[in-house]
């Protein structure tokens, strides 16, 4: 906790130098699994990416507000007109957004918030 927050916290006792993550959820989406906990010192949400039943990579966020999105083309969509060359503009896609988690922990509004697109 020290290495993520620079907190001296009571937290990490001279006799224990480990900081316990204790899940409160797990929600999976395709290969990211989401991880919130917290306790009174703060919260946590950890995305893990699983790759083959390994967890391939692992990103964290402490105290902070996070919001997971599906961001793509709607399902079945295919850019309007012909296929586009090289030296043609790119085609216009409307893009979808939809918010499909949040955390819950944080409720805090003086925490920074994100947005992991998935």
Known sequence: MHILTGSTSSLLSSKSKSFVFIPLSIVAFGSTV???GGDKEGSWVHAWTVTDGIITQVREYFNTSVTVTRFGTPEGTVPPGPPQ?????PAVITANCQSIWESKLCDNKSVPGLVLAL
């Open 34 to 36: 989401i991880v919130e």
């Open 85 to 89: 060359s090289i030296s043609s503009p």
